[in-house]
């Protein structure tokens, strides 16, 4: 198979999405740097879906870099290690970027502290087995680092009844300005191959699929020419569209399948994991190592030094803007993507495992007609737009009437993942994301009917 033949068929999702500018320029070609230590790190024990890690250290306590300091609370969850060698200064609760304080572990580091890792041991992880595999991501503190921050280990055991044929490598990377997973493919092709390896041994699958949009030509060659004789692991260019990278669009761009609704990917013998999350499987499990670092991208108008910086976990973002050279005009931070990230309302707030990139937006960068809200013209473009087949005009109406419950029970309000795509082509500037993620979090904390 030749490498014209994987772009020859652009494969996509049937319904919607959008092209917005990229800006993946600035980036993409800036090879992975290592970010120095800041003096103080802080460890959210809630970096991750599920339950809270429970801290191991005391304050007062001299932890070295790679140590375990908080243990997994129950199966969803995952341990905590050390950034950086050096002393336990509080356990206190801190600003995280989804607003409220929570509960974090606060390390003065030691002045010229080592990036060494202390804290490891090597394992033969191909003589696993694939219990003790899911038992050693676990230990890991492996995540999502797409950006869902979901426990690794537990998608890599089917539940009874049901089991795992294919896995689904995500190196789509669709968000604007990201282009972290596009230099961890080029620069740590080997360690996403051995994830992968591993991966499929964990779980019995029988093959495994790398989806690469197709604006990352590089990328899709690099991996390609590792697996000219491989049986088990293809690559396939996809094309570039928001939001290829969801894990629905990209089951449905690959396999020609779609999730039913309120289903899962292993419904359909199916396991998805992001390029950046394999890489880090490949390359902690055979050290016995724990995830004390990610690559991410810094980036935007408001940043002088853009650039893929790979962070410890516990940075706060200040730190990061001030080595990359922020713009004494930046007046917007957004952890994440701008089409899916979270506007960050102190830059106390660190850099945990699932962020993956920090765009700066300065003053004058933004519409400023987009500030403004207008009525719903009935236009039907975030219709068209919606990958999810839903009805966002429809929805935002009902959201503005606080119809919540008829929004989630008519209008299958829970099938949206928030990925945006409505509200960027809405030319009445509408936040519908916004109403949604509103709607959503109103309707979990309404009572249980007890019908």
Known sequence: ??????????????????????????????????????????????????????????????????????????????????PATGRVKAIELWPTAEGPRAPAIVIDVY?????EVLYQDEVDVMRLTPQAIVDAVKDAGLVGLGGAAFPSHVKLRAPEGKRIHT????????????????????????????????????????????????NKPDAVAAIATRLVDDPVIRVQAIAAKYPQGAEKMLIESLLDQQIPEGGLPVDLG???????????????????????ERVVTVSGPGVGKPGNYLVPIGTPVSFVLEQAGVRGDANEVILGGPMMGMTVASL??????????????????????ARFVFPCIKCSRCVEA???????????????????????????????????????????????????????????????SAE
């Open 1 to 82: 198979m030749s490498f014209l033949s994987l772009f020859r068929r652009h494969k996509t999702f049937s319904h919607g999405g959008i092209f917005p500018v990229e800006h993946k320029e600035l980036t993409a070609g800036l090879a992975i740097r290592r970010l120095p230590f800041a003096p103080l790190m802080v460890v959210p024990l809630a970096q991750h879906k599920g339950a809270p890690a429970v801290p191991l250290v005391a304050v007062g306590q001299e932890v070295v870099r790679g140590e375990p300091i908080a243990r997994a609370e129950g199966h969803v969850s995952v341990p905590m290690h050390a």
């Open 111 to 115: 002045e010229a502290a080592s990036q």
């Open 167 to 214: 896995l689904l490598v995500n190196g789509c990377e669709c968000e604007p300005y990201l282009t972290c997973d596009h230099r961890v493919m080029l620069e740590q092709t080997d360690a996403l191959l051995r994830g992968i390896r591993i991966v499929l041994r964990a779980t019995g699958a029988e093959r495994a699929l790398i989806g690469i949009e197709d």
């Open 270 to 292: 199916v396991a998805v994991y992001n390029v950046g999350t394999l890489a880090q499987i490949g390359d902690l499990l055979p050290s016995g190592r724990g995830l004390i």
């Open 348 to 369: 106390d707030v660190p850099v945990t495992k699932g962020v993956s990139g920090i765009v700066v937006y300065a003053r004058g960068d933004q519409d400023q007609q």
């Open 386 to 448: 919606c990958p999810m087949h839903l009805n966002p005009s429809m929805l935002g109406q009902l959201a503005q009437k606080r119809d919540y419950e008829r929004m989630e029970s008519d209008f299958h309000l829970n099938q949206c993942f928030e990925c945006g795509c409505c509200a960027y082509v809405c030319p009445s500037n509408i936040p519908l994301t916004q109403y949604f993620r509103i709607a959503k979090a109103i309707n979990r904390e309404r009572p249980v």
